[in-house]
């Protein structure tokens, strides 16, 4: 939707009217249009009635907390309160949904916003719109199934009983660009690259995760989707996060998916982690890296470790971007397009 409304015909100085407009922009105004915005309304409803005829509940959780992620790619927005302590608006709603399982909450899901410092773009905002869900007893498989029920009706497109568009994070690998990411070599997976995008710069030559994730993006992820959703999963097991690793040395692999639609990242989602040691000593290994890259120290959330020393049932757990889904349905290009006020509007 342009900016402004498209005003008359008129000329000045030889230019349409809305000149003047398109040069001093009027930025109260949205930028999605009435259609985009009630697309989001029918789909959120559509989203509830899903999960309603499921019987899982819906529950909303604090926005601030005490402490943040501690993954290297993610930047949470610090906040201070009057009395002086330090808060951080959360990147997704994971570790406090995560405290009502283990408090016995049963299946559950949330709709919110979620905040990430530095991420501003075509398809990113530094607030945005979650759909996070979490089903106890089941493993990665099995949500994937759900997922896929779950786009099949707010994408409009009928089930047709085929099975799922799966493919292993290895497998994908050896298809598009022709090497294992579990045992090529580094300096193999540099070179492809800059074979595919040419010079790169400011990677770190050794960060192995770092080199997988370009490759991903750049030459696998365009391909997936086509058509219908793809799941990505069993990636290795450096990349794990939250996930449950199986098997051990090279070849293990983390539980866990990413779900693509037309090319475009869509959900990641998690055979979860209820092991608090473990759990412990990721968080561990994230700060100290962050601390040897020179990034800002944070507290560890002690509350979530809590909860799942107290015990966090067997679940798996998935985040979807509402927003982006909004702008595959709607055939658009740009987050702006199904946001009534992005960052710069804000």
């Given at each position: 939707m342009a900016n402004t409304s498209p005003g008359p015909k008129s000329r000045y100085f030889g230019r349409p009217f809305r000149y003047l407009a398109d040069t001093l922009?009027?930025?109260?105004?949205?930028?999605a249009s009435g259609d985009a915005l009630r697309l989001r309304a029918r789909v959120l409803a559509e989203i509830r009635s899903f999960f309603a005829e499921r019987q899982v509940l819906e529950v909303e959780t604090p926005l601030l907390g005490h402490a943040p992620v501690t993954a290297l790619h993610l930047d949470s927005f610090p906040?201070?309160?009057?009395?002086?302590?330090?808060?951080?608006l959360q990147t997704s709603p994971e570790y406090a949904m995560k405290r009502l399982l283990a408090a016995g909450s049963g299946p559950i899901y949330q709709i919110a916003k979620a905040f990430r410092d530095g991420e501003a773009g075509r398809r990113h905002n530094p607030e945005f719109t979650l759909l996070e869900w979490y089903r106890p007893g089941w493993d990665h498989h099995a949500l994937m199934e759900e997922t896929a029920a779950l786009l099949a009706r707010v994408l409009g497109n009928a089930e047709s009983g085929e099975p799922l568009d799966k493919v292993t994070y290895r497998d994908a690998f050896r298809r598009h660009l022709d090497l294992d990411p579990f045992t090529a070599p580094t300096a193999t997976l540099r070179r492809a690259a800059e074979a595919t995008s040419g010079a790169v710069a400011g990677l770190d030559p050794e960060d192995r995760d770092a080199w997988l994730d370009l490759l991903l993006s750049l030459a696998v992820q365009p391909h997936l989707g086509r058509g219908r959703p793809t799941f990505l999963y069993d990636y290795p097991a450096r990349q794990a996060a939250l996930a449950r690793v199986r098997g051990k040395g090279p070849e293990a692999v983390a539980e866990r998916f990413?779900?693509?639609?037309e090319g475009v990242e869509l959900?990641?989602?998690?055979?979860?982690?209820?092991?608090?040691?473990?759990?412990?000593r990721r968080f561990a290994e994230d700060l100290?890296?962050?601390?040897?890259?020179?990034?800002?120290?944070?507290?560890?959330?002690?509350?979530?470790?809590a909860a799942l020393e107290a015990g966090l049932p067997p679940c798996a757990g998935i985040a979807l971007g509402v927003d982006r889904l909004l702008l595959l349905l709607a055939g658009a290009e740009a987050l702006e397009d199904v946001l009534a006020f992005p960052i710069d509007r804000a």
């Open positions: 922009p009027i930025t109260w105004r949205p930028t906040c201070r309160s009057l009395d002086g302590r330090r808060w951080y990413e779900v693509f639609v959900a990641n989602g998690y055979h979860e982690l209820t092991d608090a040691a473990e759990q412990r100290e890296e962050r601390r040897r890259r020179g990034r800002p120290a944070l507290p560890m959330d002690e509350r979530l470790l």
